[in-house]
């Protein structure tokens, strides 16, 4: 069973930056993809970045230029949010695809401030 752990969220002023961490744990040989998703109060969750087995990244609109998605190792995974706006503010979630199974975090919390 592989299980994600996610961690970096907290409260930050807009403008700041902060990094989010995804560790997995588990029997992994390979990941076939990773992505952050993130889900505002009342909204849909939402695609952030996703990554690639091969490197190629994907990232909505909204965040494009200001986050980057990276992968430290197999089982580490960074989300680096800088030049935050309030509306950044939601739940982020991290995927990963491990052995062609789809596995999530259980979520962490970025909020911005005005």
């Known amino acids: 069973q592989v299980q994600l752990v996610e961690s970096g969220g907290g409260l930050v002023q807009a403008g700041g930056s902060l990094r989010l961490s995804c560790a997995a744990s588990?029997?992994?040989?390979?990941?076939?993809?990773m992505g952050w998703y993130r889900q505002a109060p009342g909204k849909q969750r939402e695609l952030v970045a996703t990554m690639t087995n091969l490197g190629s990244t994907n990232y909505a609109d909204s965040v494009k230029g200001r986050f980057t998605i990276s992968r430290a190792n197999a089982k580490t995974a960074y989300l680096q949010m800088n030049s935050l706006k309030p509306e950044d503010t939601a739940v982020y979630y991290c995927?990963?695809?491990?052995?062609?199974?789809?596995?999530w975090g259980q979520g962490t919390q970025v909020t911005v401030s005005s």
């Open positions: 995927r990963m695809v491990v052995h062609y199974t789809e596995y």
């Open positions: 588990g029997s992994i040989f390979s990941i076939n993809a």
